[in-house]
């Protein structure tokens, strides 16, 4: 089994990184502006740290009282001199050096005992894991100057044992990093092919463990290294470093004492240090996104800001005038219809492909009172069609519609606010999957009093007797102690009541219900059907439901609509349409619904499936 | 939850007796004699030997360390041996002010990140692009030196705070609060950054729950979907940084005191250290392991209070 193909499989992503890390990440950094761009500056800083003695011939801790607070632009002091006369210039030179060596031992002594650690911990579990994270744990609770002024006290002023013991310190973060790559890797089958024909365990942490921690060591270290030049000042700074050493937080120590007379002097090692540490950083962050992608990124800020927007994803949509209503829309009885939809369509913004459309003009209406399921295997745009008269498709959609009107109000025009009074109020929506639709950090009498209270502005007391009432007719035999349950302290089917009893709970005119059974155990199933049947005839609702079961359809439905592959293919009435289904999907449908019955139409789902659904749709029309 | 809260400060009182007892060792094992530290060179071997006597040094460390121990646990925190203050007083003056430093900065970068942080995640685009600048920025920049800025710009061109100095809250609130200001900002700084970044991350994963649009489908607020759901669902890991973040402003504290001259536990430990004045310096330790412990137990606390799931009976 050859390392590549037993990785890629078991361990994709640390495996990829890995990989990349071998092959494209020196090119992927050249093409990072950022990344050059810090290299070429981290080169400048080594090399002027590197040949200090040649770019000036003034001692850096030479005292020259003659020379104190000297003016920039002289020969003698380019950059002018502190307040004891030492040169700001040949400091900062030789600042360079301190800094540098300062990040050198920080990263080594840091990832020297992290990385083992991390690697032994996660690699062998059991005790060495135990200590290690034990010892770990009280370094990281350990304020990091308080152990420096500690160890100082004894040993006296010494940058590199300084920079040492904060090496020490912050190793933790380096075994932690560590140790979770390894526990990662660990878990995979391939480690334990290898063991079991046979490879040691150096040779194995050697050849599969230790290409793991590689580039998350490389990131950190990066860090470290930051975070290294930054203490190194600290440490000069507070006066606790080598007194004979140039160094940069030396240099602050004398301008913030002379901050005053002289402000001029922070400039230079404050630059100095900022610059050094962002190239540090910004070289890290750059190998991480060389390592990872960075679009990811980007499409995640996109998904995140929908809520703000509230329903503009519909209402900034431009309304497209009218091709042609769909002859397959049920747009004859439109008169008393309460919601109308015509010409939907809705479509996705694709980063590097073309727009994806994954509903085409899609027409369809409900009167008061009235039943229709929208039916389609996944994928076919039903749920995209009820979340569009919700209001609530994702901030990447964009939605059209010839006509979009509820109760009167065309949806489109609404403003966020005018939302919110009509979701809820006025349309009800019981999603597919119970678990994740409650927040589980409340319990779940506040999620059902909330709107309730948001809505009809109920007092507590009174939503809350509402809430229970609610609780007691779905079907729930102990409602108090439900209202005081978090939701995972209640069972699936329990939660689908609770969260139908939610969007009941202020009397919607419209309910939209996507799958509402889907995610239940069959025997719940029925029940949970027969409620909400109940419901909508006890309430006079008018309910949209979206299945892919025709067992559900059959059950509730008063008209139906079927969709496939973003488009209404049929549409009738349920009666008829179980009687004379048109449609040859339709058809397929209804047979493969129909359990245990072999049938010569699944000789036609192959066809089906591999075939271009738009001609499809075509023959259906014509 | 008592019991929760009792196991927790038993763990504390072990990493508190080890990392005393680890100091304890390192201080009094190795390095200079602290007798000459405190009487010079100059001083005779006789009064050396009588310092030597009254401090105890001339007993056997183990002895020493003992009698520390039992000392320690009723709270004696022993004597400083350069002023013969006892320690926990010296100590009762500092503290106060370096935890105003340190909390105020808690409690700034709290809210200003949490804020910063939905805002980041919720508009996106140019605000996030500036916060994700301004993170990578104050993230790794010491917070001395964003003081010493501040103190320039501030201060001293502008002169709107005064640059150093430290007024009780006693003598003055208002010379108090302008006192701190200063200090206060130049750690919540870097701590702000963090802390958005860590609520942005979180909040994004979090609006893009199934429950959150459920909740929009309830018609509620944008305000109370945000702030009231998602911040809440969003805020575990952020108050776990929270924890770090206090270790590490503690440690930003005792720079920032040198900055602005504030007489806090740093500018002590940084005196009796340079001093070797042992029992100070052991004092500081085990206080600031204290403080710790307690707030990560408080967080841990707020922690079971933000998701019920890992709730202690």
């Known amino acids: 089994m050859s390392e590549n193909t037993s990785s890629g499989a078991a361990a994709p992503l640390l495996a990829d990184e890995a990989n990349v890390a071998r092959y494209g990440l020196f090119h992927r950094l050249l093409r990072d502006p950022v990344a050059v761009i810090s290299a070429v500056i981290l080169a400048i800083v080594v090399l002027a740290a590197v040949f200090a003695p040649l770019l000036t011939n003034q001692d850096p801790v030479q005292n020259k009282l003659a020379d104190s607070l000297a003016p920039p632009f ?93 090496g020490i310190l912050i190793a933790p973060a380096a075994f932690q990093l560590i140790r979770g790559s390894v526990r990662a890797v660990r878990e995979e089958l391939y480690i334990d092919a290898a063991r079991v024909s046979g490879l040691s365990n150096a040779r194995i942490m050697g050849r599969h463990v230790l290409p793991v921690v590689i580039a998350p060591s490389i990131i950190q270290g990066s860090q470290f290294a930051a975070a290294g030049i930054g203490i190194e000042a600290g440490i000069a700074f507070l006066g606790l470093g080598t007194s004979d050493h140039a160094s940069w937080g030396l240099m602050l120590n004398d301008a913030s004492q002379n901050i005053f007379v002289a402000p001029s002097l922070i400039v230079w090692p404050t630059i100095a240090i900022v610059t050094t540490i962002m190239v540090f950083t910004l070289l890290g962050n750059s190998v991480r996104d060389a390592l990872t992608g960075t679009t990811t990124n980007k499409k995640r800020r996109s998904m995140g800001a929908r809520v703000l927007t509230g329903g503009s994803s519909t209402s900034a949509a431009s309304r497209e005038v009218a091709q042609q209503a769909s002859p397959l829309g049920p747009t004859s009885r439109t008169t008393d219809a309460l919601l109308v939809v015509e010409g939907l369509k809705i479509t996705y913004a694709a980063q590097d492909r073309a727009d994806k459309t994954v509903v085409h003009d899609v027409s369809l209406s409900l009167r008061k009172g009235e039943i229709l399921g929208l039916v389609g295997e996944s994928g076919s745009g039903k749920s995209q069609t009820a979340f569009a008269v919700l209001g609530l498709l994702p901030g990447a959609a964009r939605m059209n519609a010839t006509s979009l009107i509820f109760n009167g109000q065309e949806l489109p025009k609404l403003s966020s606010e005018q939302w919110n009074n009509l979701r809820g109020r006025q349309i009800g929506y019981i999603p597919q999957e119970p678990m994740s639709n409650l927040d589980p950090s409340y319990r779940i009498g506040f999620q059902l009093t909330e709107p309730m209270r948001h809505h009809l502005q109920l007092s507590k ?162 | 939850m008592l019991l929760f809260i009792l196991r927790r400060l038993f763990a504390g009182a072990v990493l508190l007796f080890v990392i005393g007892s680890v100091t304890f060792f390192l201080l009094n094992l190795s390095g200079q004699d602290p007798v000459r530290q405190i009487l010079g060179q100059a001083a005779s071997a006789t009064v050396a030997e009588g310092k030597r006597h009254e401090l105890g040094l001339d007993q056997p460390v183990l002895a020493r360390y003992g009698e520390w121990i039992s000392e320690v646990v009723t709270g004696n925190l022993g004597t400083s041996w350069f002023n013969n203050q006892p320690v926990t007083s010296l100590l009762a003056q500092t503290i106060p002010v370096t935890m105003s430093l340190v909390l105020g900065a808690i409690l700034i970068t709290s809210f200003l990140g949490a804020a910063l942080g939905v805002l980041a995640a919720v508009r996106g685009g140019v605000v996030d692009r500036v916060l994700q600048i301004l993170s990578t920025l104050f993230y790794a920049i010491p917070s001395f030196l964003v003081s010493l800025v501040l ?150 606390l707020v922690q079971g209070w933000l998701n019920p799931k890992v709730r202690v009976a």
């Open chain 2, 151 to 300: 103190v320039l710009v501030l201060a001293v061109q502008l002169g709107v705070l005064p640059a150093t100095g430290f007024v009780p809250f006693g003598n003055s609130p208002g010379g108090w609060l302008t006192s701190i200001t200063l200090p206060v900002v130049s750690l919540a700084l870097g701590a702000t950054s963090s802390v958005a970044l860590q609520v942005r991350g979180s909040m994004i994963d979090v609006l893009e729950q199934d429950y959150v649009r459920t909740l929009r489908a309830r018609g509620l607020s944008t305000r109370s979907i945000l702030y009231r759901h998602a911040l809440r669902n969003a805020s575990p890991p952020a108050v776990t940084t929270l924890s770090l973040i206090f270790i590490v402003l503690i440690s930003g504290a005792v720079i920032v005191e040198k900055v602005f001259n504030i007489p806090g536990i740093g500018t002590q430990a940084n005196l009796a250290a340079a001093q070797g004045d042992l029992p100070v310096v052991l004092g500081v330790v085990l206080v600031t392991v204290t403080m710790v412990v307690l707030v990560n137990l408080l967080l841990d």
């Open chain 1, 74 to 166: 002289t020969a003698a002091h380019p950059l002018g001199a502190d307040s004891v006369g030492r040169d700001v210039l040949a400091q900062l030179l030789y600042g360079a050096r301190t800094s540098l060596i300062g990040a050198v031992i920080v990263v080594v002594v840091c990832m020297g005992l992290g990385v083992p650690a991390g690697i032994l911990a996660g690699y062998f579990r059991g005790w060495i894991d135990s200590t290690g994270s034990w010892i770990s744990n009280a370094l990281m609770s350990l304020p990091a100057i308080v152990v420096l002024l500690v160890v100082l006290a004894r040993v006296g002023r010494s940058t590199p044992l300084a920079l040492a013991v904060f």
């Open chain 1, 461 to 622: 007391t009174a939503a809350r007797q509402e809430a229970l009432r609610l609780l007691a007719r779905v079907g729930i035999s102990d409602p108090q102690r439900v209202f005081d349950s978090y939701p995972h302290e209640i069972s699936g089917g329990m939660a689908q009541r609770v969260l139908i009893a939610g969007a009941v709970s202020c009397n919607p005119e419209l309910l939209i219900a996507d799958e509402p059974t889907t995610a239940l155990d069959v025997t719940v199933q029925a029940e949970v059907l027969d409620l909400i049947r109940d419901l909508q005839s006890e309430r006079h609702m008018a309910v949209l439901l979206v299945t892919h079961n025709f067992g559900v359809v059959a059950d509730l439905c008063d008209q139906v609509a079927v969709m496939q592959a973003g488009r209404i293919v049929e549409a009738a009435s349920a009666l008829e349409l179980f009687a004379n289904p048109r449609h040859e999907y339709t058809r397929m449908l209804l047979d493969s619904t129909m359990e245990n019955a072999p049938s010569r139409r699944q000789m036609a789902l192959s066809q089906w499936q591999g075939s271009d659904t738009q001609t499809m749709n075509q023959d259906a029309i014509s």
